[in-house]
Protein backbone atom coordinates (compact mmCIF):
# COMPACT_ATOMS: atom_id res chain seq x y z
CA UNK A 1 0.00 0.00 0.00
CA UNK A 2 1.39 3.06 -0.83
CA UNK A 3 1.77 6.01 1.68
CA UNK A 4 -0.67 8.08 0.62
CA UNK A 5 -3.07 7.13 -2.77
CA UNK A 6 -5.18 9.45 -4.62
CA UNK A 7 -7.23 8.46 -8.03
CA UNK A 8 -5.81 9.57 -11.54
CA UNK A 9 -8.56 10.27 -13.09
CA UNK A 10 -9.37 12.14 -15.13
CA UNK A 11 -12.28 13.79 -13.36
CA UNK A 12 -14.29 15.05 -15.53
CA UNK A 13 -17.27 17.75 -14.41
CA UNK A 14 -19.51 19.99 -15.87
CA UNK A 15 -19.25 23.74 -14.90
CA UNK A 16 -21.11 24.69 -11.91
CA UNK A 17 -21.07 21.49 -10.45
CA UNK A 18 -19.17 20.31 -7.63
CA UNK A 19 -15.66 18.25 -7.75
CA UNK A 20 -14.95 16.03 -5.08
CA UNK A 21 -11.19 14.86 -4.73
CA UNK A 22 -10.24 12.20 -2.30
CA UNK A 23 -7.05 10.94 -0.80
CA UNK A 24 -6.57 8.38 1.35
CA UNK A 25 -3.13 7.80 3.93
CA UNK A 26 -1.76 4.84 5.40
CA UNK A 27 -0.63 6.17 9.16
CA UNK A 28 -3.01 6.82 11.29
CA UNK A 29 -0.22 8.94 13.39
CA UNK A 30 -0.44 11.47 10.71
CA UNK A 31 -1.73 14.69 11.94
CA UNK A 32 -0.87 17.59 8.63
CA UNK A 33 -2.91 17.33 5.74
CA UNK A 34 -2.48 19.61 2.43
CA UNK A 35 -3.72 20.08 -1.07
CA UNK A 36 -1.99 21.54 -3.93
CA UNK A 37 -3.12 22.58 -7.29
CA UNK A 38 -0.60 21.70 -10.17
CA UNK A 39 -1.28 23.93 -13.49
CA UNK A 40 0.36 21.80 -16.40
CA UNK A 41 4.06 22.81 -16.78
CA UNK A 42 3.88 24.39 -13.67
CA UNK A 43 4.84 23.98 -9.83
CA UNK A 44 2.60 22.95 -6.74
CA UNK A 45 0.41 25.80 -5.42
CA UNK A 46 -0.83 25.10 -2.02
CA UNK A 47 -4.35 25.23 -1.48
CA UNK A 48 -5.72 24.42 1.78
CA UNK A 49 -4.13 23.07 4.81
CA UNK A 50 -6.12 21.27 7.23
CA UNK A 51 -5.05 19.99 10.82
CA UNK A 52 -8.00 18.49 12.81
CA UNK A 53 -11.13 16.21 12.00
CA UNK A 54 -14.01 17.89 10.44
CA UNK A 55 -14.67 20.78 7.37
CA UNK A 56 -12.33 23.30 6.50
CA UNK A 57 -13.95 25.95 4.11
CA UNK A 58 -11.94 28.45 2.10
CA UNK A 59 -13.82 30.77 -0.71
CA UNK A 60 -15.62 27.76 -3.15
CA UNK A 61 -13.02 25.03 -1.79
CA UNK A 62 -13.64 22.94 1.18
CA UNK A 63 -10.87 20.72 2.74
CA UNK A 64 -12.27 17.33 4.69
CA UNK A 65 -10.54 14.80 7.15
CA UNK A 66 -11.82 12.09 8.80
CA UNK A 67 -8.62 10.63 11.03
CA UNK A 68 -10.48 7.86 12.05
CA UNK A 69 -11.10 6.52 8.21
CA UNK A 70 -7.58 7.91 7.34
CA UNK A 71 -9.02 10.04 4.05
CA UNK A 72 -8.69 13.53 2.98
CA UNK A 73 -10.90 15.53 0.34
CA UNK A 74 -11.42 18.26 -1.21
CA UNK A 75 -14.56 19.68 -2.25
CA UNK A 76 -14.80 22.61 -4.99
CA UNK A 77 -17.73 24.35 -5.63
CA UNK A 78 -19.33 25.77 -8.63
CA UNK A 79 -16.68 24.70 -10.45
CA UNK A 80 -14.59 26.58 -13.15
CA UNK A 81 -13.39 25.51 -16.20
CA UNK A 82 -9.68 27.25 -14.34
CA UNK A 83 -10.26 24.50 -12.08
CA UNK A 84 -8.74 22.24 -14.39
CA UNK A 85 -5.38 20.34 -13.15
CA UNK A 86 -4.11 18.35 -11.45
CA UNK A 87 -4.69 18.21 -7.41
CA UNK A 88 -1.96 16.65 -5.37
CA UNK A 89 -2.74 15.45 -1.64
CA UNK A 90 0.58 15.89 0.71
CA UNK A 91 0.44 13.89 4.00
CA UNK A 92 2.99 14.50 6.83
CA UNK A 93 3.18 10.51 7.51
CA UNK A 94 4.12 10.24 11.23
CA UNK A 95 6.49 7.05 10.61
CA UNK A 96 8.40 8.70 7.98
CA UNK A 97 8.53 12.08 9.65
CA UNK A 98 8.32 13.30 6.26
CA UNK A 99 5.59 15.02 4.03
CA UNK A 100 4.45 12.78 1.30
CA UNK A 101 2.92 13.19 -2.07
CA UNK A 102 0.13 11.58 -3.94
CA UNK A 103 0.34 10.89 -7.41
CA UNK A 104 -2.41 13.74 -8.06
CA UNK A 105 -5.47 13.54 -9.53
CA UNK A 106 -6.58 15.06 -12.56
CA UNK A 107 -9.41 17.55 -13.05
CA UNK A 108 -11.37 18.24 -16.05
CA UNK A 109 -14.07 21.47 -15.87
CA UNK A 110 -15.94 21.27 -18.89
CA UNK A 111 -18.20 23.83 -20.79
CA UNK B 1 6.89 39.09 -1.19
CA UNK B 2 9.46 37.31 -2.98
CA UNK B 3 8.69 33.37 -2.90
CA UNK B 4 11.24 30.77 -3.74
CA UNK B 5 13.54 31.58 -6.38
CA UNK B 6 14.87 28.41 -8.55
CA UNK B 7 17.85 28.97 -11.88
CA UNK B 8 17.91 27.76 -13.98
CA UNK B 9 14.56 27.51 -15.67
CA UNK B 10 15.38 25.17 -18.00
CA UNK B 11 18.62 23.00 -18.90
CA UNK B 12 19.32 21.05 -21.85
CA UNK B 13 22.85 19.21 -21.82
CA UNK B 14 24.25 16.18 -22.92
CA UNK B 15 25.01 12.86 -21.15
CA UNK B 16 28.15 13.21 -18.86
CA UNK B 17 27.98 16.51 -18.05
CA UNK B 18 27.72 18.57 -14.69
CA UNK B 19 24.51 19.87 -14.08
CA UNK B 20 24.29 22.45 -11.49
CA UNK B 21 20.89 23.65 -9.89
CA UNK B 22 20.20 26.75 -7.72
CA UNK B 23 17.79 27.56 -5.03
CA UNK B 24 17.14 30.32 -3.04
CA UNK B 25 14.37 29.85 -0.16
CA UNK B 26 12.14 32.42 1.11
CA UNK B 27 13.79 34.51 4.15
CA UNK B 28 13.34 33.47 6.95
CA UNK B 29 12.29 29.64 6.51
CA UNK B 30 14.18 27.00 8.05
CA UNK B 31 13.29 24.15 6.02
CA UNK B 32 14.54 23.79 2.08
CA UNK B 33 13.26 20.35 -0.04
CA UNK B 34 14.85 19.10 -3.31
CA UNK B 35 11.99 17.04 -5.22
CA UNK B 36 12.12 15.48 -8.62
CA UNK B 37 9.04 15.09 -11.17
CA UNK B 38 8.44 12.90 -13.41
CA UNK B 39 4.82 11.42 -15.69
CA UNK B 40 6.04 7.92 -14.15
CA UNK B 41 6.99 8.21 -10.54
CA UNK B 42 5.30 11.91 -10.02
CA UNK B 43 6.61 14.11 -7.36
CA UNK B 44 9.47 12.64 -5.45
CA UNK B 45 11.59 13.76 -2.44
CA UNK B 46 15.32 13.95 -2.79
CA UNK B 47 16.68 15.50 0.44
CA UNK B 48 15.88 17.99 2.90
CA UNK B 49 17.61 20.69 4.77
CA UNK B 50 16.77 22.02 8.68
CA UNK B 51 18.98 24.79 9.34
CA UNK B 52 21.06 23.87 6.64
CA UNK B 53 22.11 20.82 7.62
CA UNK B 54 21.15 17.77 5.83
CA UNK B 55 18.38 15.87 7.65
CA UNK B 56 16.63 13.31 5.20
CA UNK B 57 19.21 12.08 1.96
CA UNK B 58 17.13 8.82 1.32
CA UNK B 59 15.60 9.90 -1.59
CA UNK B 60 19.00 10.60 -3.48
CA UNK B 61 19.17 8.16 -5.99
CA UNK B 62 22.27 7.44 -6.38
CA UNK B 63 26.63 8.84 -5.68
CA UNK B 64 25.72 11.32 -8.83
CA UNK B 65 23.46 13.34 -6.93
CA UNK B 66 24.81 15.61 -4.46
CA UNK B 67 23.09 18.66 -2.53
CA UNK B 68 24.87 21.73 -0.59
CA UNK B 69 23.32 23.98 1.23
CA UNK B 70 26.44 26.67 2.00
CA UNK B 71 24.11 29.03 4.05
CA UNK B 72 20.09 29.95 4.73
CA UNK B 73 19.44 31.60 1.09
CA UNK B 74 21.29 29.57 -1.11
CA UNK B 75 21.08 25.70 -1.90
CA UNK B 76 22.61 23.58 -4.70
CA UNK B 77 21.74 20.04 -6.15
CA UNK B 78 24.26 18.89 -8.86
CA UNK B 79 24.41 15.23 -10.92
CA UNK B 80 27.66 14.53 -11.96
CA UNK B 81 27.52 12.77 -14.41
CA UNK B 82 24.22 13.20 -15.89
CA UNK B 83 22.34 10.62 -17.65
CA UNK B 84 19.07 10.67 -20.10
CA UNK B 85 17.59 8.98 -17.00
CA UNK B 86 17.92 12.28 -14.98
CA UNK B 87 15.27 14.17 -17.14
CA UNK B 88 12.54 15.55 -15.17
CA UNK B 89 11.63 18.75 -13.20
CA UNK B 90 13.36 19.52 -10.57
CA UNK B 91 11.28 21.76 -7.43
CA UNK B 92 12.85 23.58 -4.68
CA UNK B 93 10.61 24.08 -1.60
CA UNK B 94 10.76 25.62 1.53
CA UNK B 95 8.86 25.91 4.78
CA UNK B 96 9.05 27.09 8.57
CA UNK B 97 8.36 24.56 10.80
CA UNK B 98 7.72 24.41 14.32
CA UNK B 99 7.30 20.39 14.50
CA UNK B 100 8.28 16.85 13.38
CA UNK B 101 10.07 16.12 10.37
CA UNK B 102 9.21 19.15 8.20
CA UNK B 103 5.90 18.12 7.22
CA UNK B 104 4.00 20.64 9.81
CA UNK B 105 4.05 23.61 8.00
CA UNK B 106 3.19 24.09 4.01
CA UNK B 107 6.11 24.08 1.66
CA UNK B 108 6.01 26.48 -1.12
CA UNK B 109 7.46 25.54 -4.34
CA UNK B 110 9.95 27.63 -6.81
CA UNK B 111 9.06 27.36 -10.44
CA UNK B 112 11.49 24.58 -10.62
CA UNK B 113 13.95 23.24 -13.31
CA UNK B 114 12.63 21.73 -16.40
CA UNK B 115 16.29 19.25 -16.77
CA UNK B 116 16.41 17.49 -20.13
CA UNK B 117 19.33 15.06 -20.72
CA UNK B 118 20.13 14.34 -23.98
Known amino acids: QKEVEQNSGPLSVPEGAIASLNCTYSDRGSQSFFWYRQYSGKSPELIMS????GDKEDGRFTAQLNKASQYVSLLIRDSQPSDSATYLC???????????FGTGTRLQVTL | DAGVIQSPRHEVTEMGQEVTLRCKPISGHDYLFWYRQTMMRGLELLIY????????DSGMPEDRFSAKMPNASFSTLKIQPSEPRDSAVYFCASSSNPGQGGGNQPQHFGDGTRLSIL
Open chain 1, 90 to 100: AVNIFSLGKLT
Open chain 2, 49 to 56: FNNNVPID
Open chain 1, 50 to 53: IYSN
